[in-house]
């Protein structure tokens, strides 16, 4: 792992004193990206001090590590719970998955771009992250290892997934930012007892896109 200091620590603090000025309560979200060193998902050691803005940041294959605050609020959104199963799709930096880590969930997580879903294992196993990552098509979800108390998508969907739907567990829930542009509403998608969804529209976030049939 990349050497941490009292000046990345002091950074680190700083931003997780923006996310509750933003609104973030969640205090186990909180102190999970307190005790996350941030600045080893970026790979331009250049930009190390970049880690702890609020910002989202280039990572390869042309995708992006999601800016603090979508991390902080879609952790919150999800809800979860030490020891519980949780899906996500979309790897990318491995950031939001060591954050379900933190959190004591048994993460899964798939992501589409084999060099990147490579280098993230890489990087995960180093720092000591233990979670179970898959390359391939998150649209189709995990069908061996569902069903999950709760699903995260973390690239923005055209459409929800059926599948996705279907290996919710009841009373499990789905967080899911959603729309074609370049803007999505991020949805939060409750599985009841009846087999009936329940929906709730959370705002508008921007994600790079979740792309279908794309694994390579
Ligand atoms: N959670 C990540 C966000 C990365 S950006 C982080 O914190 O860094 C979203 C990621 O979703 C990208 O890496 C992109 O390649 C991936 N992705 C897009 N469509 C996908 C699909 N259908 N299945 C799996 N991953 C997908």
Known sequence: ???DDYRLQGLR???VELLRTKGIVDDAVLSAIGRIPRHGFIDDTAF????YQDIAFPIPCGQTISQPYTVAFQ???LGVKQGIKVLEIGTGSGYQTAVLCELGCKVFS???HRPLYLLTKERLGRIGYRCNLYFGDGFKGLPKEG?????LVTCGAPWVPDDLLG???VGGSLVIPVGEGEEQR?????RNADGTFEREDKGIFRFVPMLQDKAK
């Open 186 to 190: 991020m949805l939060r998608i409750q």
């Open 167 to 169: 290996q919710l567990k």
């Open 48 to 51: 190390l001090e970049m880690a």
């Open 1 to 3: 792992m990349m050497k």
């Open 75 to 77: 952790s919150e959104l």
């Open 110 to 112: 798939i992501e589409r």
């Open 147 to 151: 069903p999950f108390d709760r699903i």
């Open 13 to 15: 603090r700083r931003l």
